[in-house]
């Protein structure tokens, strides 16, 4: 199975800041990576998918990037309702992994 | 618009089997993948299975195989899972979710949350 790894386990920011969370799979997946939020609660919500396209209805503030094996989900300007759990998730190969999750709080 | 309703939540004792449904709207059922996933509380995604609707055939993660049956029934638009040997730890919300582009998780259900307890 593909490992999935995400950096950080969680991180703290203020409304406005700039986040970056990264995602690193243990074998090359080419561009075949999904980025998901989730809220308390809530079922998870697609943000990203391959890699780098964002999803209709989604801010353009949100943004991924990279190819391979290191992945990057960017967020410009944190707002308040940004406030949630990331997951990244290979679609290379089945089964389709999600990486721990990252835990965004406010500072 | 595309909507995934999941069965109720259930309450089952260790060594049975729960079966929850998940049925579609707002799109052809055979056009997407189904996927399930589930998530013990406080926790992280885990992959489950697949099914195509169209052909039927499914595949699930190591873990669950032999223990998990994915089926639809196309003429209501509806997706199954069902898993059995249940112990404390299938204890979960249990979530399906229609496939898009990339096959990522396009379109999720509402979870239905299965507590396995003597």
């Known amino acids: 199975d593909i490992q999935m790894t995400q950096s950080p386990s969680s991180v703290s920011a203020s409304v406005g800041d700039r986040v970056t969370i990264t995602c690193r799979a243990s074998?090359?997946?080419?561009?075949?990576l999904a980025w998901y939020q989730q809220k308390p609660g809530k079922a998870p919500k697609l943000l990203i998918y391959?890699?780098?396209s964002l999803q209709s209805g989604v801010p353009s503030r949100f943004s991924g990037s990279g190819s391979g094996t290191d992945f990057t989900l960017t967020i410009s300007s944190l707002q308040p309702e940004d406030f949630a759990t990331y997951y990244c998730?290979?679609?290379?190969?089945?089964?389709?992994?999600f990486g721990q999750g990252t835990k965004l709080q406010i500072k | 618009q595309v909507q995934l309703v999941q069965s109720g939540a259930e309450v089952k004792k260790p060594g049975a089997s729960v079966k929850v449904s998940c049925k579609a709207s707002?799109?052809?059922?055979?056009?997407?993948?189904i996927y399930w996933v589930r998530q013990a509380t406080g926790q992280g995604l885990e992959w489950m299975g697949w099914?195509?609707?169209?052909?039927?055939?499914?595949g699930s993660a190591q873990k669950f195989q032999g223990r998990v049956t994915i089926t639809r029934n196309t003429s209501i638009s509806t997706a199954y899972m069902e898993l059995s040997s249940l112990g404390s730890d299938d204890t979960a919300v249990y979530y399906c979710?229609?496939?898009?582009?990339?096959?990522?998780?396009?379109?999720w259900g509402q979870g239905t949350l299965v507590t396995v307890s003597s």
């Open positions: 099914m195509n609707p169209n052909s039927g055939n499914t």
């Open positions: 074998q090359g997946i080419s561009s075949w």
């Open positions: 391959g890699a780098s």
């Open positions: 707002g799109y052809t059922f055979t056009t997407y993948d």
């Open positions: 979710a229609r496939g898009g582009q990339y096959s990522s998780l396009w379109a």
């Open positions: 998730q290979q679609t290379n190969s089945f089964p389709y992994t």
